[in-house]
């Protein structure tokens, strides 16, 4: 098995960090890191404006990232890729922008499993507009049905917002069968990518989604990039989303016309930076390959989900298959809070997330309060899944509890 931690300089600095916490944010390649330096060492001037070669070196710089996250994603075209801070303002930009496409008496449906993220948007596009906001209830398993959203769609859905991949089960949701659902039914989909698109292929022409959002630093890039897809049909129809420099055609005293696709929503001077660390991202990504990323993740998840079984005392969210889980597993210990449990795990150098992981209406559904989150990326490897186990067993003893 290749060793990829060689890759990651913060391996090398911290030699006994277990990390797992990758659904939060992945460690950076060298590669990442050292084509950010160049960036900033050789190229570094502010792209789009700028007449002189540094400028242009700057904008191709960037104009090339947005072409490596098309290709990756297979968007039809670069004026579909808006470069954002993280999926959170991807998520964002569609609600503020989302104009007359949804009004007064509308229904918005969320399922009830998304991130805060992918969720408090759409309750405040519902309360600016009047519009009902509805949720697609999951069972204990984390699985949501087709007939489950057949029922919950009306003629007034408008729009219906769920990731690929929930950050706390780990469980893909059938995307593509419900695009075509929704599709049938007038209603527009928007897709929370931010677990999927580091993990597994994502073409957002096979999924059919109207919407994808997704962060550059859960996909081994820098914070503060992110990207939205958008079907540019209905980019085209959307308002921009911030004003000033670089969104705009031309300005009088009166009013102004905007730039074409995509910058119109891209206002200010953008992360060129992040973006070629997300191209950096992607071209590393693509030589481990997703046959590499998807076996060595579905191997690991397996792993520790197999030994979590047999430890007395731990309860896993979500589904009881190993297959279910991508990369992510959260779990509870009787009698143990979720905070004592990551403050055990910090002592071994342990890395894991301990709350609510920004799905409160989940965990309320759930009935619990809050959980314990470890979740992996291919970088990990076998003695990382031991150590975790190793502690995980410890924990009751830890705090008290016999046997
Ligand atoms: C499923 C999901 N959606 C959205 C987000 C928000 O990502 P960001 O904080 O990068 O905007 C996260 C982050 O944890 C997530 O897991």
């Known amino acids: 098995m290749s060793d990829y ?4 300089p913060v391996f090398a600095a911290y030699k006994d960090l277990v990390y797992l916490d990758s659904a939060a944010t992945t460690q950076k390649p060298r590669q990442v890191l050292e084509a950010v330096e160049k960036y900033y060492r050789e190229e570094n001037a502010n792209p789009l ?7 242009v070196k700057a904008t191709d710089a960037y104009e090339n990232a947005r072409e490596s996250v098309r290709s990756f994603i297979g968007a039809a075209s670069t004026r579909e890729i808006i470069f954002t801070r993280n999926a959170s303002e991807s998520l964002n930009l569609i609600s503020y922008c989302f104009g007359d496409l949804v009004r007064e008496g509308d229904e918005i449906l969320a399922a009830v499993s998304e991130h805060h993220s992918n969720f408090l948007p759409w309750q ?11 949720f697609l209830e999951c069972d204990k398993q984390g699985e949501y049905t087709a007939d489950a959203l057949n029922a919950a769609l009306s003629p007034n859905t408008k729009l219906f917002a769920i990731a690929q991949v929930s950050n706390v089960f780990g469980r ?10 929704c599709h049938k039914n007038g209603t527009l989909i928007v897709c929370d990518g931010a677990q999927s698109v580091p993990h597994m292929p994502v073409d957002v022409h ?14 081994l890039a820098p914070m503060g990039v992110g990207v939205l897809y958008g079907r540019e049909e209905l980019l085209e129809k959307m308002p921009p989303f911030l004003y000033g420099g670089e969104m705009i055609e031309y ?14 929503f891209e206002a200010g001077t953008v992360n060129v930076g992040g973006a070629v660390g997300l191209h950096a991202a992607i071209d590393y ?34 589904a009881d298959s190993a297959a279910e889980h991508h990369g992510i597993i959260t779990f509870t210990v009787d009698g143990v809070h979720p905070h004592d449990i ?5 002592s071994e150098n342990v890395a894991i997330r301990a709350g609510h992981h920004c799905a409160q209406p989940l965990h309320q559904h759930l009935g619990v309060q809050s959980t314990v989150r470890m979740s992996l990326a291919f970088y990990n490897d076998e003695q990382d899944i031991e150590r975790f186990i190793t502690t995980l067993k410890s924990i009751r003893g830890r705090m008290g509890y016999g046997g």
């Open 206 to 219: 096979e999924l059919g989604v109207d919407f994808l959002a997704f962060s550059g630093h859960k996909m």
């Open 124 to 134: 405040q596009l519902a309360k600016r507009t009047g519009a009902k906001l509805k």
């Open 172 to 181: 893909v949701n059938p995307i593509k069968e419900f695009a075509d659902i």
């Open 285 to 318: 990504i693509n030589s481990v390959g997703f046959e590499n990323i998807v076996r060595r993740e579905s191997a690991l998840t397996a792993l520790a989900y197999e030994y979590m079984k047999q430890i007395p005392h731990v309860n896993i969210i979500g």
């Open 342 to 346: 990551a403050a055990i795990f910090d």
């Open 49 to 55: 404006r700028g007449l002189y070669e540094l400028s």
């Open 5 to 8: 931690k060689a890759d990651f």
């Open 251 to 264: 300005v009088t005293r009166d009013g102004a016309t905007y730039a074409e696709l995509p910058h119109k």
